[in-house]
């Protein structure tokens, strides 16, 4: 047994911890948490004084139980868990699981933390072990008994009141509520018109210069002062008008500092811009350089822990990254002084230092032999933000040049800035989440003198319009949420998944859409819980988890404070209806699920009744959009399609939508929605029997369907005239792959540029003599000779997995020692006649009703 047994929580941090420290240590992984709050009520109870019931992690009997088993014949142990309040709190689970187990009679505990995993920064962290501090592990408890409180009791009232939904959080709604109402605004912008007026001069020396009109009538221009294309003419025509010179010649030099070093939230945001990396792949590949890699035999952490909100540097790591500066860059890139950063979280306290490397000199090509793709690219991110902190400002030249008339009637301007020093940019630059449209950043200005005259080449008016604010990615609903104070280092992460899992959100081109099932439990929550998803509320309550984890408030009394409230917000629901659920919900989404579409229609008249009222509706599946005349109107659909708000016409044919009657047979023709997608629907009628049914197009949005159109597509397949050479009828049709054109026994599909409502025959044949052309059978690499027996060819052809054997519908490979210019016939007939006949195929719609034809590439594909 070794004298001393160290716990960590993963078995790689283990490994390189036993190397470091030697013989006389045995290091043991608890493979993270080894207790929780089991998932049912009665885990905290306020009544009892908030006492927590925790039970064992199932997967952790087998490590707690090795542990045990080494600690009994210890004199130390050591808690060596990560350095903040959640390592602080699976130490302290050890040490309570340890008790139960009688595993630390006569056992000294001790607790120490690193925030790196280097050789020097493990051993003097064993020098100098301390006690469980219990602010940090009470901290966590806290934070873990609000969060289990708010989800087994709000979820519930969910379930019961809202069919559908999923499950309500403390902090994940109010992450949740950050991008539904960042959709609510994007939904209710209305653009605006504008224009700007450039004009291209040319200097007394030939130099082009590039202005803007900033002034009018002697008036500075604002933004929408030119709003349409004809008062931008008039500017323009005011311009032409006139003779300019140059007015007025700024010079300045400015200077641009660096970004601290990375703490977690700005890991993530800049991870994501650069490289393309959600936060919790982040925080996967950023453990791993943490824990250690294997350096050519020696196990090293690259960099520091992960999870933090400092932007601190040690002393001796700014020491370090100041020679590596002077050395690889010069003097001139050093400052005369260390910088030193302030973190602009409140309470910054998670871990004693930003993410940096380990060790400046360990540069980024030195290690990626020995790194993953993903490793490689997030170290180099780290050592170059870190390296940049402390390098000396860049220097940015900016030229101002005004050009006015000579009546001083109207002024333009051109703008440029030169980098006069890179300083830091040399290693680094910060990534932007929506850059600039325009950057005047590297725009080189002609050299001017005040009162040169210009020669106007051009004016350009161009359109603009305002754009509505950007959806959240990662990276900047990241960035808002620690704005916000809401969550923590070691928080995000989760919280971001946590919302995809529920379905409450989706990814789409890396931006956060909100689901309808979101937008709903947000409605909801804002209706009846307002106040608990309050940004203030939710921050103040972070604030006060951090005032537990340096000992100025006491947990239980926060979860107090907590409790008597929100107990009593939850008792208001349990008498709530059905009816006021729905109408609250209504009042509040009404506007997104029945958007004005700018067609002047009333959006809440049902297309399917001559008087129904559609409003939203609650089901065993979730919210949807039912008319008030059910049961005698059947219609429904989603709360939105695709598209957001100018989607909802695209799901009119979920209903159906009744579009009237066919007057050859009297039957009812709708628009629907099936598993495979949209159609037309001619019911069977009095005759019986089975409707008939013609998928939509692709192009064909359902909401604009009238009967008109569903007539000619049950019309379909169509005869559209005969071929001008072989006499055939071609015929237009919609199978299972789309439209297509028939004749004979040649398919062809059609573009999607064609319809096939309308397609003429001339258009028709044209596509069909391309059709033939485009599968025009390939040409042989080699005719052997025929074969002997029925005297047909003996090919060598050219496949897509090399040269084959053909004739007579038989395909074999080529013999492995033979080559296509050296087979002889004998060879060949021997190959085919091993390779035998292909089974008889049996003939397409034998036995069966005739199907939709198989798609077939169009020509040219």
């Known amino acids: 047994m070794s004298d001393i047994v160290v716990v960590v929580e993963s078995p790689a941090k283990a490994k390189t911890l036993e190397k470091y420290l030697g013989p006389g240590f045995k290091v043991l992984a608890s493979y993270g948490h080894v207790r929780d709050l089991p998932a049912r009520d009665g885990s905290v109870r306020p009544d009892e004084d908030f006492a927590m019931t925790y039970e064992a992690a199932p997967k952790a009997a087998k490590w707690m139980a090795a542990i045990a088993k080494a600690a009994k014949g210890a004199d130390t142990l050591y808690l060596a868990t990560d350095p903040d309040r959640e390592g602080e709190a699976i130490s302290w689970h050890i040490a309570q699981d340890l008790e139960r187990r009688k595993a630390l009679k006569d056992v000294t505990v001790k607790r120490v933390a690193f925030h790196e995993i280097t050789r020097d920064a493990v051993r003097e962290a064993m020098r100098s072990p301390r006690d469980l501090d219990m602010d940090l592990v009470n901290a966590q408890q806290a934070r873990r008994a609000l969060d289990y409180l708010v989800g087994f009791t709000l979820s519930p009232v969910l379930w019961r009141k809202l069919p559908g939904a999923r499950s309500a959080g403390r902090v994940q709604s109010v992450a949740l509520r950050l991008v539904c109402a960042r959709e609510a605004e994007i939904e209710s912008f209305r653009k605006r018109e504008y224009w700007n007026v450039d004009a ?11 202005t803007r009109l900033t002034n009018l009538d002697g008036n500075e221009l604002a933004k929408f002062d030119l709003a349409d294309a004809e008062a931008a003419r008039a500017a323009g025509a005011a311009i032409e008008a006139r003779d300019f010179a140059v007015s007025k010649v700024e010079r300045s030099q400015g200077k641009r500092h660096p970004a601290p070093p990375f703490i977690t939230s700005t890991l993530q945001q800049e991870a994501a811009r650069k490289l393309g990396f959600g936060a919790k792949r982040t925080m996967q590949v950023a453990q791993r350089l943490y824990e250690a890699v294997n350096l050519g035999g020696e196990l090293v952490g690259l960099i520091t822990y992960m999870r933090t909100d400092s932007v601190n540097l040690a002393r001796e790591a700014v020491a370090g990254c100041r020679k590596l500066i002077a050395n690889d860059f010069g003097a001139r890139y050093l400052p005369d002084a260390p910088r030193r950063y302030k973190s602009s979280a409140k309470n910054a306290q998670e871990a004693h230092e930003a993410i940096r490397p380990t060790a400046f000199d360990r540069r980024p090509a030195d290690v990626a032999g020995y790194l993953d793709n993903d490793q490689r690219r997030l170290y180099e991110l780290v050592w170059k933000r870190a390296v940049a902190s402390q390098m000396e400002s860049a220097l940015i030249n900016k030229v101002t040049i005004d050009v006015a008339s000579h009546d001083a009637a109207v002024g333009l301007r051109a703008s440029g800035s030169q980098v006069a020093f890179d300083g830091f940019l040399k290693v680094y630059r910060e990534g932007r989440d929506d850059p600039p449209q325009e950057d005047e950043e590297g725009r080189m200005l002609p050299a001017v003198e005040r009162g040169e005259a210009l020669t106007l080449d051009a004016v350009k008016p161009a359109q603009h319009f305002t754009e509505p604010p950007p959806r959240f990615t990662e990276a900047t609903l990241v960035k808002r949420l620690e704005e916000l104070g809401i969550g923590r280092p070691s928080t995000y992460a989760s919280i971001l998944s946590v919302l995809q899992d529920r379905d409450y959100v989706r990814l789409e081109k890396k931006r956060f ?10 409605a909801f929550l804002e209706c009846f819980f307002q106040r608990y998803v309050e940004y203030d509320f939710t921050a103040d309550l972070e604030d006060k988890l951090d005032e537990i984890s340096n000992g100025r408030l006491g947990w239980k009394d926060v979860l107090r404070e907590f409790w008597t409230p929100f107990a009593v917000a939850v008792d208001e629901t349990k008498e709530l209806r059905f009816a006021d659920v729905r109408a609250a919900l209504d009042r509040v989404l009404g506007a997104h699920i029945f958007a004005d579409d700018g067609s002047g229609r009333d959006a809440r008249a049902c297309p399917s009744c001559t008087d129904g009222r559609l409003g939203l509706r609650l089901g065993k599946f979730g919210a949807f959009v039912g008319c008030s005349n059910y049961p005698d109107c059947r219609y429904t659909r989603q709360l939105v399609g695709e598209g957001g708000a100018e989607g909802a016409a695209d799901q009119a044919a979920i209903g159906p939508r009744e579009l009237g009657v066919d007057p050859a047979t009297g039957a009812r023709v709708s628009v629907r929605k099936g598993p495979y997608g949209h159609y037309v629907q001619l019911d069977a009628g009095d005759a019986g029997g089975k409707p008939k049914r013609v998928t939509l197009p692709k192009d064909s949005a359902p909401g604009d369907i009238d009967l008109e159109t569903a007539l000619s597509l049950l019309a379909l397949p169509r005869e559209i005239g005969t071929h001008p050479e072989s006499g055939e009828p071609i015929v237009a049709g919609i199978g299972r792959f789309g439209p297509y054109l028939k ?7 059609l573009p999607a540029a064609d319809d096939v409502l309308t397609i003429g025959l001339n258009r028709a044949v044209t596509l069909i003599a391309e059709g033939k052309k485009g599968r025009r059978a390939p040409a042989p690499l080699r005719e052997i000779g025929p074969h002997p027996r029925g005297g047909k060819p003996v090919s060598v052809m050219d496949g897509r997995y090399g040269p084959y054997l053909q004739h007579d519908g038989i395909n074999a490979p080529l013999p492995r020692t033979a080559t296509p210019e050296a087979i002889t016939l004998e060879d060949a007939v021997a190959q085919l006649d091993a ?16 199907t939709t034809p198989r798609k077939r590439a169009p020509a040219g594909e």
């Open 743 to 749: 004749h004979g026994k040649t398919f062809v599909s």
């Open 513 to 522: 859409v909100p689901e309808d099932r979101g937008r709903v439990v947000t």
């Open 200 to 210: 291209a001069f040319r200097t007394a020396a030939g130099a082009p210069l590039a």
């Open 835 to 850: 390779r035998g006949k292909p089974p008889k195929r049996r003939q397409r719609g034998a036995g069966k009703k005739a």
